[in-house]
């Protein structure tokens, strides 16, 4: 008997506990929000959407849609809400599940103007309790950007429960460029977003500082001041952070185009002016690489790139050596002819692309690995800016190692330093000048590959770099790789760190100035090598 009476007393508590869960399951800004709805007032209505949009209920969205598309209503009778799907299907507002039995004829509520615009601001901030993230942080963003005063309560709802610390600060960011753009905000309140946006330190924390209401008070007001001085001098330290990268970038790319010109110019002592051209063969060769894979193999669109790098080589190298053999090596001693004759097949070059792929610019996909970008601070990098600068060093790496420790390295270095006594120890000074060439001109073709992420593909596109390219020879020491690094880093941060002072022209003529007197002082550049043309 007792222990019958314990068991009933065990299966009543069970029950008791089972029903009350479900109560205390509800969510109390949701049953306000209902209640509201039920009303059928415009003003009403509108106040739910807002206590519906804070209420944290999984199935907000779907309510509000449902609001939006008149497909949200209540029984006249219990005051029940419901909501049909765009199926038709019926849910239960309070629980977001189905309803099994259909209720009677639904009352669907009205909307007017204020309620639209209250849906708006709701469906909008409600991304940001997504649990998507990218979604979070769009949307966090966003009202960063805007500074939609109706989006606060959902903002505050949302930095309270999210875990993602970088979306967090942005949320946080945005909230205090609301209060700092509010006309009634208490002074504590305005203080600690003004420290917030201090600490933020970027452009968008800047203008949010410069939307401070005019009757601030005067604390409120001086705090901004400091705050403000402080943003611009970090953005300023960013600034130039920034334009050391792009000079960075833009070495790299100097250093791509002429690292080749070096190594010809070095050995064979020739001013070859169809160097522009090999670049453009390497970015055309980039180009068909790609439209092959694009037709008969699709999915290999992500090594487009690693097929199109060989490719390049052998295809600049070989026309590279077409012409020493069929040009340049009966024009040796003739610095003028040769500069000549190399123009004129610059020329026979631009005009054969142009007929086989017409005179317009040619589109270069860019793989999935090299799109995007990622910031440091304020400092923003591109990911194909950063596989350029990878490349070339690799590119540099790899010429030093071929030139220390090959036999056509060996063979290039001696004829560099002694032409006729390497061809008296029975090298074939002729075969290393058309290999020279050729690697040179193969280099180039990898320049044209890179290139071809950044910039312009069209038969013009090697014109754009020959003046640098031999610019950066001469300033650096003729045939000197390490002397071709340094010249391409140093004229291309230099350009980058003139062009906001003086401009893009203005600064590109400063600097062709300055090397010109640097030349007058040092006619062999930065590292002075010895080769035929100095021995001669």
Not at 232 to 245: C, D, F, G, I
């Amino acid at each position: 008997m007792h222990r019958t009476f314990l068991l009933a007393m065990l299966c009543a508590l069970l029950a008791i506990v089972g029903v009350a869960l479900p109560a205390a399951a509800q969510n109390p800004k949701l049953e306000a929000a209902l209640s509201r709805l039920a009303v059928d007032s415009f003003a009403e209505t509108a106040t739910a959407v807002e206590e519906i949009a804070v209420s944290g209920a999984p199935h907000a969205i779907a309510l509000l849609d449902a609001l939006n598309d008149r497909r949200l209503g209540f029984d006249p009778t219990d005051k029940s809400v419901y909501f049909r799907d765009a199926a038709g299907k019926l849910f239960a507002a309070a629980t977001g599940k189905p309803v099994g039995k259909t209720p009677g004829e639904l009352t669907f509520l009205r909307l007017n103007n204020r309620v639209r615009s209250a849906l708006q601001a709701a469906l909008g901030g409600l991304e940001l309790l997504s649990p998507d993230a990218e979604k979070r942080r769009t949307a966090a963003t966003t009202v960063l950007k805007s500074r939609d005063a109706t989006a606060l309560p959902v903002l505050q709802t949302a930095i309270a429960q999210e875990k993602d610390a970088g979306i967090r600060g942005i949320m946080e960011a945005a909230s205090a460029s609301i209060l700092l753009a509010a006309p009634d905000v208490a002074d504590k309140d305005r203080l600690a977003a003004i420290n917030a946006m201090r600490l933020r330190a970027d452009q968008q924390a800047l203008t949010a500082l410069r939307s401070l209401p005019a009757n601030a008070s005067p604390v409120v007001r001086a705090a901004m001041e400091q705050a403000q001085r402080s943003v611009e001098h970090t953005l300023a330290m960013w600034s130039v952070a920034q334009n050391l990268w792009y000079g960075l970038s833009l070495g790299s790319v100097l250093l791509l185009a002429a690292i080749g010109l070096a190594i010809t110019f070095g050995v064979m002592g020739v001013i070859n002016m169809a160097h522009g051209e090999m670049v453009m063969l390497g970015a055309y060769t980039t180009f068909v690489v790609q439209e092959v894979i694009r037709t008969s193999a699709p999915g290999m669109f992500g090594w487009s790139l690693a097929i199109a790098i060989p490719m390049a080589f052998l295809v600049a190298g070989l026309v590279g050596v077409a012409i020493e053999r069929g040009v340049i090596r009966f024009l040796y001693g003739r610095p003028l002819e040769t500069l000549l004759a190399t123009w004129g097949v610059s020329l026979v070059l631009q005009q054969t692309v142009r007929t086989l792929f017409g005179p317009t610019n040619r589109e270069v996909g860019t793989p999935a690995f090299m799109t995007g970008a990622f910031e440091i601070g304020g400092l923003t990098i591109t990911l194909n800016r950063l596989f350029i600068i990878v490349f070339a060093a690799a590119i540099f790496t790899a010429l030093l190692l071929a030139l220390k420790h090959t036999r056509l390295g060996l063979h290039m270095r001696a004829v560099t330093q002694n032409r006729r006594m390497a061809g008296s120890m029975g090298i074939r000074t002729g075969r290393v000048d058309a290999l020279t060439f050729g690697l040179g001109s193969g280099i180039a073709g990898l320049a044209g590959v890179a290139l071809s992420q950044i910039d312009n593909v069209s038969p013009n596109l090697g014109q754009s770099y020959i003046i640098d390219s031999f610019l950066v020879v001469v300033f650096g020491g003729v045939g000197n790789l390490w002397g071709t690094l340094v010249g391409a880093l140093t004229l291309g941060i230099a350009n980058k760190l003139l062009e906001p002072w003086a401009g893009a022209v203005l600064g590109k003529i400063l600097l062709l100035i300055l090397i010109i007197m640097f030349i007058q002082k040092r006619p062999r550049g930065l590292f002075a090598l010895k080769g035929r043309a100095v021995e001669a």
